[in-house]
């Protein structure tokens, strides 16, 4: 079993940025792939940003591109969003997703892919 934990989140204005942190416990997360996912208010989750297990490659949605940056860092067993000129419609519960595969961070965009979540850390930003 792999327990994930999600911290980071919080408020923040329009244009400003946060790091989020997906941090795991139970298990080694370095055979793992990664993915962030988020949740707006009344919305469906949707995929935001995915890395290979590696960290060698790295998959984003397309209106994050160039501001969201996912990494991982396996000594740590942790994984990480940064998050750059944020705005009001981002404003979701993150969520943090780990899967035991060597497939392509580009492959994994539905939530059925993975098989470990956390319990989401509340992002709001604020016009």
Do not use: H
């Amino acid at each position: 079993q792999v327990q994930l934990v999600e911290s980071g989140g919080g408020l923040v204005q329009a244009g400003g940025s946060l790091r989020l942190s997906c941090a795991a416990s139970g298990r080694t997360l370095s055979r793992y792939a990664i993915a962030w996912f988020r949740q707006p208010p009344g919305k469906e989750r949707e995929v935001v940003a995915a890395i290979s297990w590696n960290g060698g490659s790295t998959d984003y949605t397309d209106s994050v591109k160039g501001r969201f940056t996912i990494s991982r860092d396996n000594a740590k067993n942790s994984v990480y969003l940064q998050m750059n000129s944020l705005n009001v419609e981002e404003t979701a519960v993150y969520y943090c997703a780990a899967v035991l595969t060597l497939k392509s961070p580009s492959a994994l965009r539905s939530q059925s892919e993975f098989d470990y979540w956390g319990q989401g850390t509340q992002v709001t930003v604020s016009s």
